[in-house]
């Protein structure tokens, strides 16, 4: 039985003996910034209110990268060496650092659970949105649609469209493909499970989940490959199959990656797992553990990632120059009252983009749009931070990678939380959409097999980008947050209030439906 100091863990400060999430959180934010902008490294060492100030920070990592070419590549370098040596893994009582953690002794080796599905149907592809399943012309017309209104980004309809033209590319009996955290709501272990996909699942010994998993497995045409420490007598048997899988990924990291080293295929590694507060950034680090050791031993393996809209990043200037137009075609009703509320709020409310662009010594000037939502904390900051450095990083090393932003997305880790929710509800009010869950899982499942398929994506390593920033704007679906005419946040909690008012009074519901 494990102990609650097992597994993968924030250090413990000597002088306190706790752990401080935002002390390590500072000091990876400070590292990452040490050489490139060593005065705003200073800042972040010496902030006294991390959990509210913390997006002038990730904005500065923005700012930088932009500046020049090489940069990108020092603040991942930097950042991800200062995260590695900034963690502990615990096992019978005796302290690892990260770093180290394959020369902990396994114990117990996993074993191999083949599953697979009873369907014969052939790989297909729609998108499923507002009760209807888009398919040919349909979809087309509503990918043109979110394009005209903003709500994703060109480069991203061109890939929903390339992936619309080329349905053999759904076909995967050809790909094993690796899921962290399989069982994630907005993950494509469903769509992966009707496309004859050799499915490698990672994902908490749980009933509840592997139940799911189990399940989905059953009624699609896939082949699922699961990790179990147990002895299992009916490998049919769903009812104790259920009971006997799974691996933890922040306590058994060594036992998964040696696992995964020794299958004999190409893996393609999906980093998707999601847990709240800190254990994110525990599970964010363990998912790069695992997958750097991996690259290491298998280089031909390819990573895959989904960003959040709520973050701050580089962008190309026709998005700014559209979030620009927003704000100048508001009516002169909303100009007044933001104006009004603004300046009762002392400026906090309802504060202008202010958009610049910065110049990069590749000699392109590139935006900033910052979507960062205070609520979601410095913790769900960094976790995807991590994540954006491994891709930045693993790419410019000439290794494949799918790096994408989601939309918005109405899943219960999300919803859970009131304001957010509400907020989603309320999306509307400020041209942005958020999607139910299956028809990003749809849309991000299409756009990962593009980035795998088609040899001119940016994913793949031999195609030129001008910017390493550039990896995480192509292909975006922002659900329109990158062109809101102010800084989102500041308008949240007046899209909450309607959220709220949609939801509780006799007034139309739900986020606006885009025209077909």
């Not at 494509?188 to 509840?208: F, M, R």
């Not at 991996?294 to 973050?311: H, V």
Request: net charge neutral.
């Amino acid at each position: 039985m494990s102990n609650s100091i097992d597994g993968l863990q924030f250090p413990i400060d000597p002088a306190t003996q706790k752990s401080s999430s935002s002390n390590v959180g500072k000091e990876i934010v400070a590292e990452a910034l040490s050489t490139v902008d060593n005065q705003s490294a200073q800042h972040v060492l010496n902030e006294k209110n991390w959990r509210k100030n913390y997006p002038i920070y990730f904005k500065s990592l923005v700012e930088n990268g932009i500046k020049s070419i090489h940069n990108p590549i020092i603040i991942a370098k930097q950042g991800l060496h200062k995260a590695q040596h900034s963690f502990d893994f615990f096992r019978n009582g005796q302290r690892y650092s990260l770093k180290d953690v394959m020369s902990v002794p396994i114990t117990e080796h996993i074993q191999t659970v083949t599953f697979k599905g009873h369907a014969q149907t052939q790989p297909e592809w729609f998108v499923p949105y507002h009760g209807e399943n888009l398919k040919g012309q349909a979809l087309l017309n509503q990918i043109q649609t979110w394009e005209d209104a903003g709500i994703i980004e060109a480069s991203h309809a061109k890939a929903l469209r390339e992936a619309n033209a080329h349905p053999e590319w759904f076909d995967l009996s050809d790909r094993t493909m690796v899921l962290f955290g399989a069982a994630s709501e907005a993950g494509p272990l469903t769509w992966l499970a009707q496309w004859k996909a050799n499915i490698i699942a990672v994902d908490l010994p749980n009933e509840g989940v592997w139940g799911k998993i189990l399940k989905t497995i059953e009624n699609g045409n896939a082949t699922l490959y699961a990790p179990s420490f147990q002895k299992i007598d009916d490998i049919e048997n769903i009812q104790e199959l259920k009971t006997k899988l799974g691996a933890n990924l922040l306590t058994q990291i060594p036992e998964i990656t040696q696992w995964l080293c020794d299958n004999p295929h190409k893996l393609d590694l999906a980093s998707i797992a999601y847990l709240d507060g800190e254990k994110h950034v525990r599970v964010s680090m363990a998912m790069d553990s695992i997958m750097s050791h991996i690259s290491e031993q298998k280089p031909d393996s390819s990573l895959m990632y989904m960003c959040t809209p709520t973050d701050v990043y580089a962008v190309p200037k026709e998005v700014i120059h559209g979030a620009t137009t927003k704000n100048q075609q508001r009516s002169k009703l909303e100009t007044l009252l933001s104006k009004s509320i603004s300046t009762l709020s002392m400026k906090q409310f309802f504060k202008d983009n202010n958009q610049q662009l910065i110049s990069s010594d590749n000699g392109q000037a590139y935006g900033i749009t910052d979507c960062l939502v205070i609520e979601q904390g410095p913790n769900y900051a960094l976790a995807k931070r991590i994540q954006q450095w491994r891709a930045t990083l693993a790419r410019h090393q000439g290794q494949h990678v799918s790096i994408n932003i989601a939309p918005s997305t109405t899943t219960h880790s999300v919803t859970k939380n009131p304001l957010l929710k509400a907020a989603f509800n309320g999306a509307s009010l400020f041209n942005v959409e958020a999607f139910s869950p299956e028809t990003t899982n749809a849309i991000m499942a299409a756009l990962w097999i593009h980035d795998l398929r088609n040899p001119n994506a940016l994913s793949n390593p031999k195609t030129i980008m001008q910017h390493p920033l550039e990896l995480m704007m192509d292909g975006a679906n922002h659900g329109g947050l990158w062109r809101v005419a102010y800084l989102a946040r500041t308008a949240l909690p007046f899209a909450a209030i309607y959220g709220f008012a949609t939801d509780k009074l006799p007034i139309k519901k739900g986020s606006r439906k885009l025209k077909k």
